[in-house]
């Protein structure tokens, strides 16, 4: 995988037929091999070329030539575009095949691109959520990690746990009636720092969510109106509802956009106790939705549908009362009150779902990835275990847990356990890119 010594070969645009397709060739003797196959230089940037394909056949293209190290990936690299026909591109591959290249790893150009220092790790990262992106706030995102975002904040709190661990590490140094006076001092800063670093957190959090689509599962006891609204807020007719309790047992999914966010609803099986074997199954579902989900719309009649739910612990929630055009309604303060049926409060509780997330400006986002996101998470393990006690009774400790998150966020960036993480990182790319 990390082999950069070869010429490498992909196509770089979807397969399929189109007015054009455009092959990458990247390798320091790339251009050299693509010259010996024309039997002719390649002086010029751009050069409309006859590439011979077999007796009697050659394709017009044109091959735009990048020398090292102004290319994406640092080396020479010829981008060929021909005709968009599979068969072109595949004759063209075999072509170059032949002549001591090979083809590509997936990610392999953005792996070369990184190997050759041109982009950071969570830099060549955010490239394929570039690609993947479902809305303009995932599209910011990636872009902004893409231009160094990410690593401005991750340095950004480091700079802060770093200024932390100085106050500690001197203190440790300090006789037991000197450092007495000061300790209060510590734990101020400590204290500071650790709802800084919550902050930091819950950004890195929303950002993952805003980079993937926002997962928003709608649960709650049967017939409660939880396929009228994923209806409604989608507008869109993708989920049966009727008045037999019970009817939804797939979960059912369908998305709208918001404030430029995507938000994926997931309609559930309703919660009860059950002895219909395939509602058992559509509960099972609903509760595995549920604990994935980035955000539960709770859905209930009353107050009382929303007593004993252990599942919805430590989940964002909106609790959600529906039918309110019902006579007979009765209203509870802590509750969102809507009717499905007849959309009232519905663009209420869509600026509610955004506001969960969007908490902060959207320029702000960056393209956050679930291995950022557990060295973050890892981080404030450390973190939090430093507790006032902590302090007082075992300095040495406390350095130590802000080293390791130190140590843990770095990895975003600058990872020290190279080959095996690469090679995962850059297989989730496509061939090509
Ligand atoms: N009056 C009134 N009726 C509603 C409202 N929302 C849903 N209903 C009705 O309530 C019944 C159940 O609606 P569904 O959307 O199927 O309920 P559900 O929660 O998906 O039910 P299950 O799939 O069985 O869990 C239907 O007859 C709907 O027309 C509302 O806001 N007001
Ligand atoms: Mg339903």
């Excluded at 009697?56 to 968009?84: A, M, Q, R």
């Excluded at 969570?122 to 995932?138: F, K, L, R, T």
Aim: hydrophobic share 40%.
């Amino acid at each position: 995988m990390l082999d950069a010594s070869d010429t490498i070969i992909a196509c770089s645009t979807p397969p399929g037929r189109g007015a054009l397709s455009v092959i990458r060739l990247s390798g320091e003797s790339s251009i050299k091999i693509a010259e010996k196959l024309l039997g002719r230089a390649l002086n010029k940037k751009v050069n409309l070329v006859k590439l011979p394909l077999w007796d009697g056949y050659k394709e017009k293209c044109v091959l735009t030539i990048f020398n090292s190290p102004n290319s994406y990936t640092g080396e020479n690299l010829i981008e060929i575009s021909c005709h968009g026909n599979p068969l072109i591109v595949r004759k063209i591959i075999d072509k170059f095949l032949q002549s001591r290249v090979r083809m590509a790893n997936p990610g392999e150009f953005t792996l070369r691109s990184y190997m050759a220092n041109k982009m950071s790790l969570e830099e060549s990262e955010a490239v394929i959520q570039v690609i993947n992106a479902n809305s303009d706030s995932a599209l910011i995102a990636a872009q902004n990690t893409l231009n160094g975002g990410l690593r401005k904040k991750i340095k950004n709190i480091q700079k802060k746990l770093r200024e932390t661990r100085v106050v500690v590490e001197t203190l440790i140094d300090f006789t037991d009636e000197d450092a007495d006076v000061y300790l209060g001092d510590v734990k101020e800063k400590i204290e500071f720092f650790k709802e800084e670093y919550k902050k930091f957190g819950k950004l890195m959090e929303s950002s993952k969510s805003i980079s993937d689509d926002i997962r928003v599962v709608l649960a709650g006891p049967p017939n409660v109106g939880k396929s009228t609204l994923i209806n409604a807020l989608t507008n869109e007719n993708v989920s049966i509802v009727s008045e037999i309790p019970g009817t939804t047992r797939d979960v059912v999914k369908s998305s709208y956009i918001a404030e430029g966010i995507r938000f994926v609803l997931e309609d559930t099986a309703g919660l009860r106790k059950s002895s219909d074997k395939i509602e058992e199954k559509g509960i099972k579902l609903a509760k595995k939705a549920i604990k994935s989900a980035d955000i539960v719309i709770y859905l209930g009649l009353t107050k009382k549908d929303f007593e004993d739910m252990p599942i919805l612990k430590g989940k964002p929630c909106i609790k959600v009362l529906n039918k309110m055009d019902l006579k007979g309604y009765k209203d509870s303060k802590g509750f969102t009150r809507i009717s499905a049926k007849t959309g009232k409060n519905l663009s209420l509780l869509k600026s509610l779902i955004v506001s969960s997330f969007l908490n902060f400006d959207l320029s702000e986002v960056v393209a956050v990835n679930a291995r950022h996101l557990s060295f973050v998470k890892q981080g404030s393990k450390a973190i939090n275990a430093i507790s006032p006690s902590l302090i007082s009774s075992n300095l040495e400790l406390v350095a130590e847990n802000l080293k390791e998150c130190d140590a843990l966020l770095g990895n975003i960036y600058d990872p020290i356990s190279a080959d095996d993480l690469l090679g995962k990182i850059f297989n989730t790319f496509c061939i090509g890119k």
